[in-house]
Structure formats: structure tokens, C-alpha cells
């Protein structure tokens, strides 16, 4: 198991070190930061001056050596748009709202997905299962701008039952949630119903129910237990979308989190920022992913055995 996490931990740091050198690329690839960060106007001096600031004096090899040493360290730079904060400062300022945000599209997303997909597998072929399946198929086929503008549209702008965007409370949160887990309700739901269905003709559940277990409990007990395992794998990749797909939710409801703060510091060219948000985003996906690896593994030992 030991030799697992560490190839699963390797993999994890190429990842990594690959995204930094995108980040690295593209951050410069755009043109010479100096033309955007500093005004039409700047003397040479002061270009000078923010040339050795920023290390854009040095060739690019050292360039690099000196942004990777300084973003294992959480150090990005200081922030152009917002210049009383570092880069680094100012997305664990909006971090927490996007941590809210995700964390409540996660419950509402499991709380929907599980009973669904497990009851549309025991009414296969009902009018139930097809609604289920018609509205997995409309989840995943949903763009979540578009829906996030219907909500608005409907439940903030005619019914006036919550706001139409920003933080102000639980009830603000409820939209975007909706918006941000509408898919991974979708994609959790039709696993779920596969796994159930597959579950169910086995043989150790045809003896339980020869046993004259209830049913309810061979449902879900025996089957969700056994059945839990391709859910499981997918809902940490989920989970890991959930929180680096926030931008588009937080730019349509104005939620201040870490997604509209790089909007924003795109908006202001705000090459600190960007690439601080860039960098904790594949992060988190990273290891969510790691994550997810082990516990499969601890789950399936088919998994670690055959990596081996």
C-alpha cells in the first residue's frame, strides 16, 4: 500500500510541477507584464525599478526557479489591482466564500443524488426511473450560467423569494448551491442507478432476500454498501470540480469568492493574483484526486495489487 501513495504521490507532484510551468508560460506569454501593470506613462526608471521588483530582469530559467521557489512558499507576489495585499492574501480573504459555497453544493448534491438514483434502481422502468433519468439527462446537458440566470429570473426576480446575487445571508446561498451541484446531482445519480441495478442480481442479494430480510434494509444496507464504491470515485472528482468550477457560478450571483476574484484580477491583468488562484485551484484538484485514489484503493485492494 505504501509503494501505491508514493507512485499516486509522484504522480500528483508532476501534475503539479507541469502546472506550474503553464502558469509560468502564460502569465508571459500575453506580452511584457510591464505594459500592463504599470501606467501608459511610467518613467524608465520606475520600468527599471519594477523589473528587478518582479525579477524581469533575470533570463527566463531563473525566472522560473525563483516563481517556483517562492509558490511552494505561498508566495506569489504583491497584488497590482489590490496593492495594500499580497496575491496570496487576497485569495485566503475570498477563500472561505468559495469553501461555503462548495461545501453546501456538496450536501445538496449527495442529499438529492443518493435517495434518487437509489430509488429510480428499485422502480426501474416506472414512470419514477424515467423522470430520474430525464432530469440526470437535463442536469448534465444544463450550462450552469444558463440555469444561474433562470433561477434569478424566476425564484429572485418574479417570486422575489431570494436575493439575486451577493452574500447576505443563508438565503443567498441557496441559488448558487443549486447552480454549482445541478450536474454533480445529475452525474452522481445515474452512476448510483447503474451500480444499484448491477448490485442487485447478485447472488449474496438474492440470498438476503431469500433469508426474508426486509427489504428496505437488503436495499440500503447490502446493495448501497456494495454498490458505493464507483460513486465514491466519482464524486471526488466531482467535489474537485465543484470547487474549481465556481468561477462562473460566483461571477453570475456576484458571490464573493476566490472564482470572481480572478475574474476580476483578469479583468485588471492582475498577474499575481491569476496565477495564485491558478496554483491553489490545481492544488486542491490534486489532491482531492490523490485522495480519492487511496481510498479506492483501501476499498478495492484489486486496485493497489494491480498497480503493483
Known amino acids: 500500500m505504501q509503494r501505491f501513495i508514493m507512485i499516486r504521490l509522484s504522480y500528483a507532484v508532476l501534475v503539479l510541477f507541469v502546472v506550474s510551468i503553464i502558469v509560468f508560460i502564460l502569465a508571459r506569454a500575453s506580452g511584457n507584464p510591464i505594459d500592463t501593470m504599470l501606467p501608459f506613462d511610467a518613467t524608465m526608471s520606475q520600468q527599471m525599478a519594477f523589473e528587478k521588483l518582479w525579477g524581469l530582469d533575470k533570463s527566463y530559467p531563473e525566472q522560473y526557479f525563483k516563481f517556483i521557489v517562492n509558490a511552494v512558499q505561498g508566495d506569489f507576489g504583491q497584488s497590482v489591482k489590490w496593492s495594500d495585499s499580497t496575491a496570496m492574501g487576497m485569495v485566503w480573504q475570498r477563500f472561505p466564500n468559495t469553501l461555503q459555497l462548495a461545501g453546501f453544493a456538496i450536501v445538496v448534491s449527495v442529499l438529492i443524488a443518493v435517495p434518487v438514483g437509489v430509488l429510480s434502481s428499485v422502480n426501474k422502468d416506472n414512470p419514477f426511473d424515467f423522470i430520474g433519468k430525464v432530469f440526470a439527462l437535463l442536469g448534465q446537458a444544463t450550462p450552469p450560467f444558463w440555469l444561474g440566470i433562470m433561477l434569478i429570473w424566476i425564484f429572485a426576480v418574479e ?47 438474492t440470498l438476503a432476500r431469500v433469508k426474508g430480510i426486509a427489504e428496505w434494509k437488503v436495499i440500503w444496507k447490502h446493495c448501497l454498501r456494495n454498490a458505493a464504491i464507483p460513486p465514491l470515485t466519482l464524486f471526488g472528482i466531482l467535489a474537485a470540480q465543484i470547487m474549481t468550477g465556481a468561477i462562473v ?26 496565477q495564485a488562484v491558478v496554483v491553489l485551484f490545481s492544488v486542491i484538484y490534486v489532491m482531492m484526486n490523490l485522495a480519492i485514489d487511496i481510498v479506492y484503493a483501501y476499498l478495492d485492494p484489486r486496485i493497489r495489487y494491480g498497480d503493483n
Not at 443567498?172 to 445515474?190: E, K
Open 159 to 205: 417570486l422575489d423569494w431570494f436575493p439575486t446575487g451577493g452574500k447576505a445571508g443563508f438565503k443567498s446561498l441557496v441559488l448558487p448551491a443549486i447552480t454549482l451541484g445541478w450536474f454533480q446531482v445529475a452525474a452522481l445519480m445515474r452512476i448510483l442507478r447503474s451500480a444499484m441495478l448491477e448490485v442487485q442480481d447478485t447472488e449474496y442479494v
Open 249 to 274: 457560478t460566483e461571477s453570475v450571483f456576484s458571490w464573493p469568492g476566490t472564482g470572481l476574484l480572478a475574474v476580476d484580477a483578469i479583468r485588471g491583468r492582475d498577474y499575481p493574483v491569476i
